[in-house]
């Protein structure tokens, strides 16, 4: 199996897993060891999944607006703690890669291997609840025919994204391309930067 097909099938089975209580409190309990990488991977389609939950509950136009100030403020942990997790990933292909002899002709690709793989565990929750949609009992047929529709791109894009993926790690481990990674350095949560937050000093 790829190392792209392995974060599907781990991305699916997490997915599974927090649908099983479908509660955004639930506490995660990793099935793979915590600091493997298959234990990263699980843990960050866990965020993903809790964050994606905590979205729609936000959206609710009735919504007790000191609720939704609390809420913004924890999707605002969960996105830190997301990007701290995309970093821990990528500093394990560093770690894997260390070895690879970079050709002197070799590229540098525009996003790096976590980041990409990012996308694959969104795309593991859009494709859930799009399926969703299309076995909803109380939506018309036009609903139906519309998210089906939605899903089939859904799929393909996964296809292309898990075959492009492959082959970015390939071109890594052939030192075709190489890794460069830039820290998110997000500025909005460090009181040293954010002027909102300094300015209280």
């Not at 649908?19 to 060891?33: G, M, R, S, Y």
Request: some cysteine; overall charge negative; proline content about 3%.
């Amino acid at each position: 199996m790829t190392f792209a097909n392995k974060c599907n099938e781990i991305f699916d089975q997490t997915v599974r897993l927090y649908h099983v209580t479908d509660d955004v409190d639930a506490k995660f309990n990793n099935p793979f060891e915590n600091d493997s990488i298959e234990g990263r991977l699980a843990r960050k389609n866990w965020i993903d999944a809790v964050q994606w939950h905590l979205e729609d509950i936000i959206r609710d136009e009735n919504i007790d607006p000191v609720e939704a100030l609390a809420l913004k403020r924890r999707i605002d942990r969960s996105n830190q703690d997301r990007t701290d997790l995309v970093e821990e990933i990528d500093t394990y292909f560093r770690q894997e890669y260390a070895d690879v002899i970079v050709r002197p002709e070799a590229t540098i690709n525009t996003e790096s291997p976590a980041w990409a793989i990012d996308r694959l565990s969104i795309l593991a929750l859009k494709i859930w609840h799009m399926r969703e949609q299309t076995e909803r009992a109380d939506a018309d047929a036009a609903h139906v025919a519309k998210c089906q529709a939605k899903l089939d791109v859904l799929l393909e894009q996964r296809e292309d994204l898990t075959a492009a993926i492959d082959q970015l790690l390939a071109d890594i481990a052939a030192g075709r391309k190489f890794m460069k990674v830039y820290r998110q350095m997000k500025m909005y949560n460090d009181p040293d930067t954010n002027p909102v937050l300094y300015g209280k000093k």
